[in-house]
Nanobody, 122 residues
Framework: EVQLVESGGGLVQAGGSLRLSCAASGFTFDDYAIGWLRQAPGKEREGVSCISGSDGSTYYADSVKGRFTISSDNAKNTAYLQMSSLKPEDTAVYYC???????????????WGQGTQVTVSS
């Protein structure tokens, strides 16, 4: 059974940093793409960043480029999202998602975590 468990969310002041973790089980990280997506109240879900477990290729949304860094530790089956220079508009529920990597970094993800709240105060 595939499971994704996020952690690391919380309340932080603008300009601060947080690191989200996504612990995965039930599949081999090397074969999957892992994504971080977020959804703010009243807004559509947004793809933030994705990484290929096989070759480490990454994608970032323009809104987070230069501020967020995605990484993965395949030995631990864990992905991370290091968020720096946080802004109030980064406030959202952040979800970790996964699916087979077939060449598309951010595919339609079939497996999702429960989400972790990130709140950035001004």
């Amino acid at each position: 059974e595939v499971q994704l468990v996020e952690s690391g969310g919380g309340l932080v002041q603008a300009g601060g940093s947080l690191r989200l973790s996504c612990a995965a089980s039930g599949f081999t990280f090397d074969d999957y793409a892992i994504g971080w997506l977020r959804q703010a109240p009243g807004k559509e879900r947004e793809g933030v960043s994705c990484i290929s477990g096989s070759d480490g290729s990454t994608y970032y949304a323009d809104s987070v480029k230069g501020r967020f860094t995605i990484s993965s530790d395949n030995a631990k089956n864990t992905a991370y999202l290091q968020m720096s220079s946080l802004k109030p508009e980064d406030t959202a529920v952040y979800y970790c998602a996964a699916d087979l990597y077939l060449g598309t970094l951010c595919p339609p993800f079939g497996f999702w975590g429960q989400g972790t709240q990130v709140t950035v105060s001004s």
